[in-house]
């Protein structure tokens, strides 16, 4: 039979006593058409699905976590695994994040350490630093660490969907708006075509704009160290993901011949893969999804054991999260700004001459906008 | 052929007696069923488990969001789907919910092939009919010596010829207590298999594992945490009793990573978590290009069809939990199993059981 250990709800009253225990876990789930759909070379994206976290105290503390999912169907099984972890957290102290993860985590194993549960316990995992650093009445990048004041933000679109034209006008539109570096999509059936849409966006941005491109797993072992030697010429910040996330070894292989840096890690949730992938010498920069990873508390761990191998840690969609994370951390390299992907919050990050600041406000720094909400939540609350 | 609707039910089925270990209180097996239709009225089914009615309801929701990948599709292209829906899972993460959704159409499409085929399942698999031994599970560590000694004894008068035992107690003295007052009441002709539930460290596995091997131990299962792979390789190059694991893995990857890492003598396949039948024939296959012998781990009613097409199949684990979920559960007969000769895998759910046991939206 699996292991399995029943939920222990802890009595352990952190400061404040009784009264900052976890009385309610609420979650709603949001619809986000996007306008245009955006395609990467793993699929197109007609709308995103925001799953959102709030988790309150009966001192009347409210931590938020929010997630994602690019389907109904798969943001309703996060959703009911949130539901199946919901009894861990209801009585439990905020002051243990880290016991609180342990508790969590076992309480899914029989589910399974990666998948779905784990990004449930991710966005709980986030809600519950939003309310430790909060009744800490820090903000949390200082809370763990604040090892930098400002990290470079770059500028991520380029679909798959965009004609040349339009792919170099967004780029060029970023460069306009400050940033100056950005990254895109490669993946096209042609793989000609990538060498074309890059060359053309080179042209355009000129030496000094950093620039990414994503692969989404599209490619294999070959392909990546064939199509690597045209790429070479375009001066990549780096080449991502260019094969699926669990060929360790290959990635490997892949990284030791191709000339420029080499970036994957947002698809992988356990952390044995992370540790696969850095014992392997697989990346030269790291870039754990914090949802998929079951969350902040994993998260840290990640990064602490890429800053021991002098690898630096990138960050993955969801900014207002990731500012923190790389503001916390001194390995931290830049935070992901999607322009095409909406997030319910109030304050929207700032960006001044291509670097981001984190909020001084306690917590995440986030207020969620209750209007956008109420517009796009799907469902009935829970 | 296409696939037309998906019915799930939870059923929650209450223990006669509640399990209780150092780390288990449970009281009630919950089952999710899944019946896929096709538009030619032709029905396959399969079923997850899981302790906990919350987890229950997390698996029917990942089998539902997975469905969208199949429905409208021939199942007889169950292998082409299959990798449809794995690629599906790149979100949501290989492994976990999604493999146990996988399994789970996995397998009741291939019901469905067989039942088209009007054959039963091992002889569309490809197998040969043959008996094959099962072994009885129990023994708890919450349960005194006197009472596992007499259930020991039970199981071999009931004429099974491998039994398997709990252990991991705080108190390694009382392990071997435990086991030799078990050894000494069956003889020394019924093997005699441990399970320690992932419960050991690696601080005192090694000695453990020798303080038990004068009791001759068919082989010792999961001993350690189920992915701590380099400890486990460590532990079993120390002793001499072969290490079965694998129950917890998910997929034919994992499978590979844990035969080449040497941790494992004897590979457990789950079949709700492997990816159901299709990813369990071809997680065996591996195991027997590495000559290593595989055990079936529960879901005895399907893994009998299974054992007649994979010749590396050792045994049985007999489980009986499960059978009231079903109108003519395969029985056991002087400790053997055979599949029967019915369309497909040959199960019916019994509905008086969902009736009576089903769980509440």
């Known amino acids: 039979m699996a292991r399995e250990t029943r939920p222990e709800t802890s009595a352990t009253d952190g400061p404040g006593g009784g009264r900052s225990l976890i009385e309610r876990v609420e979650t709603s789930l949001l619809a986000l058409p996007l306008d245009p759909p955006f395609t990467a070379a793993i699929r197109r994206f007609d709308r995103v699905y925001c799953i959102l976290a709030e988790i309150a105290c009966g001192d009347g503390a409210v931590g938020v976590g929010t997630g994602f999912a690019f389907s109904s169907g798969d943001a309703k099984v996060i959703l009911s695994a949130i539901q199946a972890a919901k009894p861990v957290l209801l009585g439990a102290s905020t002051s243990q994040p880290e016991k609180l993860w342990r508790q969590l985590s076992d309480n899914a194993t029989f589910l399974g350490r990666s998948g779905a549960a784990s990004s449930a316990i991710g966005i709980l995992d986030t809600a519950l630093w939003d309310l430790h650093a909060k009744k800490a ?26 004609s040349n034209d339009e792919l170099v006008a967004e780029m060029q539109g970023f460069v306009d708006a400050g940033f100056a570096a950005v990254k895109l999509k490669i993946g096209r059936q042609d ?35 064939q199509r690597a030697g045209h790429l070479a010429q375009f001066d990549l910040w780096w080449l991502e993901e260019p094969l699926p996330c669990d060929a360790f070894e290959e990635l490997g292989e892949v990284r030791a011949s191709v000339p420029m840096p080499l970036a994957s890690g947002e698809t992988n949730a ?18 754990p999804n914090v949802q998929r ?90 | 052929m296409k696939i037309a609707s998906l019915e799930t039910t939870i059923v929650r089925l209450p223990f006669d007696k509640p399990i209780r270990t150092p780390v288990h209180y449970i009281e009630t097996l919950e089952n999710v069923l899944v019946t896929l239709r096709t538009d030619e009225g032709l029905e396959g089914i399969s079923y997850l488990w899981a302790f906990g ?44 919910v999604g493999y146990f959704a996988l399994s789970a159409l996995d397998t009741a499409m291939t019901d469905i092939a067989a039942r088209a085929a009007g054959e039963p399942m091992w002889r569309f698999l490809g197998g040969a009919e043959r008996e094959l031994e099962a072994y009885a599970g129990g023994m708890f560590l919450s349960d005194q010596i006197e009472t596992i000694v007499e259930e020991a004894q039970g199981y071999v008068k009931q004429g099974y010829r491998s039994i398997k035992m709990r252990v991991g107690a705080a108190d390694a003295q009382e392990d071997v207590a435990r086991v030799a007052a078990v050894r000494e009441a069956i003889g020394p002709h019924t093997r005699l298999l441990l399970d320690v539930v992932q419960g050991w460290s690696m601080t005192d596995a090694i000695k453990r594992a020798r303080s038990l091997e004068p009791y001759d131990i068919f082989y010792i299962e999961d001993p350690l945490l189920y992915d701590e792979l380099d400890a486990m390789a460590a532990l079993a190059s120390a002793i001499d009793t072969p290490i079965a694991a694998g129950e917890n893995n998910y997929g034919k990857e994992e499978f590979l990573r844990l035969i080449q890492s040497g941790a494992v003598d004897i590979p457990m396949i789950d079949l709700q978590r492997v990816g159901g039948i299709s990813e369990w024939l071809r997680a065996a296959s591996l195991c027997e290009a590495h000559a290593l012998p595989v055990v079936p781990h529960v879901f005895h009613e399907i893994s009998v069809h299974l054992a007649m097409a994979a010749p590396n199949v050792l045994f049985l684990e007999h489980v009986p939990w499960w059978d009231r979920l079903f109108d003519k559960p395969p029985q056991l007969q002087d400790g053997k199993l055979r599949p029967g000769s019915e369309p497909g895998l040959g199960l019916r759910f019994a509905q008086d059981a969902i009736e009576t046991y089903r769980a509440e939206r």
Not at chain 1, 141 to 158: K, P, T
Request: aromatic share 8%; with cysteine; net charge neutral.
């Open chain 1, 270 to 287: 356990n952390l044995s893969d992370f540790a696969r992938l850095l014992n392997g010498r697989a990346v030269d920069i790291l870039m």
């Open chain 1, 293 to 382: 990873v079951g969350g902040i508390t994993p998260w840290r761990k990640i990064a602490a054991a890429a800053e021991m191998r002098n690898v630096p840690i990138g960050a993955h969609v969801q900014p207002e999260i990731q500012m923190h994370l790389m503001c916390a951390v001194p390995n931290g390299l830049a935070v992901e700004h999607v322009a095409w992907w909406p997030w319910p919050y109030e304050e929207p990050l700032s960006f001044e001459g291509g670097m981001a600041k984190p909020p001084e406000a306690p917590g995440l720094g986030v207020t969620l906008d209750r209007d956008f909400v109420n517009r796009h939540r799907v469902g009935h609350p829970s």
């Open chain 1, 137 to 162: 009445g820090m903000p949390l990048w200082r809370m763990l660490g604040g090892a930098q004041d400002q990290v470079i933000a770059y500028a991520s679109g380029g679909s798959l969907g965009l």
């Open chain 1, 191 to 225: 793989w000609h075509e990538d060498i074309e849409r890059l060359a053309e966006c080179r042209t355009a941005l000129g030496d000094r704009v950093r620039i990414a491109a994503d692969a989404n797993q599209s490619w294999s072992l070959k392909e990546t160290v």
């Open chain 2, 53 to 96: 009615l919350s987890r229950a309801r997390v698996l029917e929701a990942m089998v539902r969001d997975l469905y969208s990948v199949v429905e409208g599709s021939d199942p007889r292209q169950r292998l082409a789907l299959w990798d449809a829906m794995r690629r599906d899972l790149n979100f949501l993460g290989r492994g976990g």
